[in-house]
């Protein structure tokens, strides 16, 4: 086989061949868009050169990509097909990355290991390195992927990630490239840069180039490349890619490449972009170079290339008709692939110990402890870590108690089950989350834990906009397993306003997540297993009043009592008043009823949701029938808290049975404060509940 500058001409033609179907790709989209059949449109043009020169060094299939929208060159280097590419752009159901869910150059395939895409511009760094990091995992335990459905793994399989240098601005990337370097992991990051983020020019972004300022990373090997030289980035990557299979760390290629047409359809680059610059500017578009090499070194004539170009052109056109031949998607399929809960029954009360057996009664905290130790003790998968989790480094591990969370939730979890399923990570919360959502994406089934839920928001983007739509954006091709362990809420005195806040209707507000927040030792095992069975996130919160209550003691359930969620339950029966409530605020409710009841004869029933995200309308539905009144207590602030939900649900589909107007007490709209009377003044008492029985009994 004929060859040029070490390479087999064939390839040089076949990807000569892509770099043109690529932009004639971008070019029939443009032209779609202006027919209303493809409805957005954004290019790869300028970075074919370094997409398919990669490409020729990676694995689909072994090895695992997050790429960027700007990597549609590199997305057919893989495998993916032209007709692919465009019945994404034009919404097809038939679209193997989202079935039409999906804007254009949202990358997706599961055969090739393409991670479905999400569009936060640097927000994939980090799921990227927890997949390195589940590769890692993974390869040392075959039979987790031939028992258990994990992804297979291989021993130097690599992770390819793509951004832009204008979300290299981002936390996110910094973050992610502390965990690969500290952990030394298989992560190739690739930075083109054209010189702007639609029109900020690189100049406002940073101080430096991005290859200068990564270089205080040790461990990190940094190569800065002329991302329009299909030669130079072909022969550089064979000992990039090389360093990395061998397992030495990461590695992170700035390339300078150019941007021949506008950020998207809806930009117009003219506006900030002189003319003489974008002049200048074509004569390095990197399909000319590669062409004129190619060329100038006898393996095409003109006449060639120009037959190759036309060729792509024709391929495109034909792929463009047969994704418009394509099936659309039904409209009644857009609540498919949010969350796929586990089918169980109520399994019921708990058996009770046998005569003479001593119940094994625990609080709250202990069983979630207890269950924590069981699960991981059965699946190997499940992985706990985030800040303080560990007992202690290993070297000291023997000689010290072992700190184990702040509230002592995971302790013994390092000891029982090793480093490797029980670990510290950095003070970051974006990178505990971001990582557990690679590791889900592998298989895995990780618990992350937030330290407080007042530090929650940092991991936003990564709970939002990258777990909670994994299922959905992909139509069901990735998912993305994982418990989130958040302790939360106040009644603490002295939590003040960083330690005490409840919000969980904030996350009620998330389409594909699903929350617990358990109030007693026994549904807190049973929601706990129930959640490490369900192969989309789930929020677990763990209210830190109740961790060592007496109000929580439950004798511990046996393994298999399983409890599902949006199965709620009630704690006091009652014919006067339904209190419907979750978490801290369930012992209170249940104090203030027994208060009314016996001042009063009020007999108020006292439902415990258990869980919100989904939560017991059915329940609810038959108490209200009876009772005909409604109070829907909660910690979290009123405005905006999730009995807003309820008291809407219930107002809209019970009104005939009501007999007065649903009432609602929450928390004031304020931050929780530190002195115990302003505290106490804030969060919900039970004088407060009573007060409310009171007057809707007399209604």
Not at 508 to 537: E, N, T, V
Not at 563 to 579: A, H, I, K, N
Request: glycine letters at 8%.
């Amino acid at each position: 086989m004929s060859e040029f500058r070490g390479y087999p001409e064939k390839e040089l033609v076949d990807d000569l061949r892509l770099a043109y179907v690529s932009r004639a790709i971008d070019d029939r989209q443009i032209a779609m868009q202006k027919q209303s059949r493809v409805y957005f449109q954004i290019s790869g043009a300028g970075h074919e050169a370094i997409g398919l020169a990669l490409a020729r060094h990676l694995r689909p299939g072994f090895d695992w990509f997050f790429p960027y929208y700007r990597d549609q060159a590199l997305v057919l280097g893989l495998g993916v097909t032209p007709t692919e590419v465009l019945l994404q752009a034009v919404g097809s159901a038939d679209d193997p990355s989202s079935g039409g869910r999906q804007m254009p150059s949202h990358w997706g395939h599961a055969a090739h290991n393409i991670v479905t895409q999400s569009s936060p511009t640097g927000s994939q760094c980090i799921p990227a390195v927890g997949c390195a990091e589940a590769g890692r995992y993974l390869v040392r335990r075959p039979h987790l992927t031939t028992d258990l459905g994990a992804s297979a793994a291989h021993g130097d399989e690599l992770t390819y990630v793509s951004l832009g240098e204008g979300a290299c601005s981002e936390g996110e990337f910094w973050e992610s490239l502390n965990t690969a370097c500290n952990l030394h992991l298989p992560v190739l990051y690739v930075v083109p840069d054209n010189g702007f983020a639609i029109s900020v020019p690189a100049s406002d972004q940073h101080p430096a180039p991005v290859h200068e300022l990564v270089r205080g990373f040790r461990g990190l090997e940094v190569h800065h490349l002329d991302g329009t030289d299909y030669f130079g980035v072909r022969d550089a990557a064979e000992s990039i890619v090389a360093h990395i299979r061998a397992g030495v760390g990461p590695a992170l290629v700035h390339a300078d490449v150019v941007r021949p047409y506008s950020h998207s359809a809806a930009d117009t680059q003219s506006k900030y972009r002189s003319l003489e610059e974008l002049t200048e500017e074509a004569a390095h578009d990197p399909l000319d170079r590669f062409a004129h090499d190619l060329v100038e070194g006898g393996v095409l004539t003109e006449a060639e290339v120009a037959d190759l170009r036309a060729e792509a052109r024709e391929e495109v056109a034909d792929a463009a008709a047969a994704a418009l031949a394509g099936r659309r998607p039904d409209p009644a399929s857009i609540l498919d692939q949010v969350v796929a809960l586990p089918v169980l029954a109520d399994p019921g009360p708990p058996p009770a110990a046998a005569d003479g057996e001593p119940a094994d009664a625990v609080p709250l905290g202990e069983a979630i402890k207890r269950t924590l130790h069981e699960v991981m003790e059965a699946d190997e998968r499940i992985r706990v870590f985030g800040e303080d989790v560990a007992d202690a480094r290993e070297q000291v591990l023997a000689g010290v108690e072992g700190k184990g969370g702040v509230f002592g939730t995971t302790h013994g979890l390092q000891r029982a089950f090793g480093q490797a399923r029980c670990y510290n990570t950095p003070l970051s919360e974006a990178n505990i989350i971001g990582r557990a959502v690679g590791q889900a994406l592998r298989g895995l089934r990780p618990a992350p834990e937030i330290q407080f839920f007042d530090y929650i928001w940092p991991a936003m983007t990564q709970l939002r906009s990258e777990a909670a739509t994994v299922r959905w954006r992909s139509n069901g091709a990735f998912t993305c397993p994982m418990v989130v362990r958040v302790p939360i809420g106040g009644y603490l005195t002295g939590g003040s306003i960083w330690h005490s806040q409840c919000g969980e209707s904030i996350f009620a507000h998330i389409p594909g997540l699903s929350i617990a927040m358990p109030s007693r030792a026994r549904d807190a095992a049973g929601l706990l297993r129930y959640a490490f069975r369900c192969d989309d996130p789930v929020l677990f919160l763990e209210h830190k009043h109740l961790l060592r209550q007496p109000s929580t003691v439950d004798p511990f359930p046996p393994a298999d009592w399983v409890l599902p969620f949006g199965v709620g339950e009630v704690r006091r029966p009652g014919d006067d008043v339904t209190v419907v409530t979750w978490g801290a605020t369930v012992a209170k409710a249940i104090e203030a009823a027994e208060q009314v009841a016996e001042r009063d004869g009020i007999e108020a029933e006292v439902i415990d949701l258990r869980t919100i995200l989904p939560w017991d309308q059915e329940l609810v539905a038959e108490s209200a029938a009876r009772t005909g009144r409604v109070l829907v207590v909660h910690e979290d602030t009123l405005t905006g808290g999730f009995g807003g939900e309820i008291a809407a649900w219930v107002a809209e589909h019970c009104f005939a049975d009501l007999d007065a107007p649903v009432r609602r007490i929450g928390a004031t709209d304020t931050p929780v404060a530190y002195e115990p009377t302003l505290e106490d003044a804030i969060l919900p008492q039970v004088v407060d509940l009573v007060a409310a029985l009171t007057d809707l009994a007399t209604w």
